[in-house]
Nanobody, 126 residues
Framework: QVQLVESGGGLVQPGGSLRLSCAAS????????IGWFRQAPGKEREGVSC????????YYADSVKGRFTISRDNAKNTVYLRMNSLKPEDTAAYYC???????????????????WGQGTQVTVSS
């Protein structure tokens, strides 16, 4: 069964950090682009950060550049999103998605994934 399962969300104070995990099962992330999206209430879904195994490209939304880092553990078939210097405007449900054989920018900008996770909530509040 093909699955993406996110974990690591929670409540954090402004300026704090979290690391989200996205574990893939039923398929290998080789040749996939995989990334993180977020959606806050009343707002459109936004591509936050993506990575492509096809060409090694990486994409970050302007709003998170310098604060968020995407990484991958091949042995665990898992992708991570390290989030530092969190702001209240980072509050959202975070989802991971994977799309076969495409670039990081294509996945993050178009937001069309073959596989999607169920999401994990991140709340930044004092």
């Amino acid at each position: 069964q093909v699955q993406l399962v996110e974990s690591g969300g929670g409540l954090v104070q402004p300026g704090g950090s979290l690391r989200l995990s996205c574990a893939a099962s039923g398929f290998t992330l080789d040749y996939y682009a995989i990334g993180w999206f977020r959606q806050a209430p009343g707002k459109e879904r936004e591509g936050v950060s993506c990575f492509s195994s096809s060409d090694g490209s990486t994409y970050y939304a302007d709003s998170v550049k310098g604060r968020f880092t995407i990484s991958r553990d091949n042995a665990k078939n898992t992708v991570y999103l390290r989030m530092n210097s969190l702001k209240p405007e980072d509050t959202a449900a975070y989802y991971c998605a994977a799309l076969w054989d495409t670039t990081a920018q294509a996945l993050c900008v178009r937001g069309e994934g073959d596989h999607w996770g169920q999401g994990t909530q991140v709340t930044v509040s004092s």
